[in-house]
């Protein structure tokens, strides 16, 4: 099970962290990403990082502006959302696969999902 949170209502400008925790599994044993959905479009690729944190990737739309990390004794991974803008409002989830290639941006590749939390960009 993968549990996001960290969601909310946030100006533009501002900042948000989420966090996924898993339970039940090993979250350091997979290649985790961050994607996202608004309203009427396709699920998207935000972010993804290797099993041990070395390696991260970013869509170009949000590269310098978000981080992502993870703490994998806290079986957390992070994304650290800065300089938000109002095109950033989606629900964003957090994915986990056991052999994807780290920074795929594909979905369909991530067998594990979290339910999802719901970020709000103000103008």
């Known amino acids: 099970q993968l549990q996001a949170s960290g969601g909310g209502l946030v100006q533009a400008g501002g900042s948000l962290r989420l966090s996924c925790v898993a339970s039940?599994?090993?979250?350091?044993?997979?290649?985790t990403g961050w994607f996202r959905q608004a309203p009427g479009k396709e699920r998207e690729f935000v972010a993804g990082?290797?099993?041990?944190?070395?390696?991260?990737y970013y869509a170009e739309s949000v590269e310098g502006r978000f981080t992502i990390s993870r703490d994998n004794a806290k079986n957390t991974v992070f994304l650290q959302m800065n300089s938000l803008k109002p095109e950033d409002t989606a629900i964003y989830s957090c994915?986990?696969?056991?052999?994807?290639?780290?920074?795929?941006?594909?979905?369909?590749?991530?067998?594990?999902w979290g339910q999802g939390t719901q970020v709000t960009v103000s103008s």
């Open positions: 990082i290797n099993r041990s944190g070395s390696r991260k």
């Open positions: 994915a986990a696969s056991t052999d994807a290639q780290a920074g795929s941006s594909r979905s369909e590749r991530y067998r594990y």
């Open positions: 039940g599994r090993t979250l350091g044993s997979y290649v």
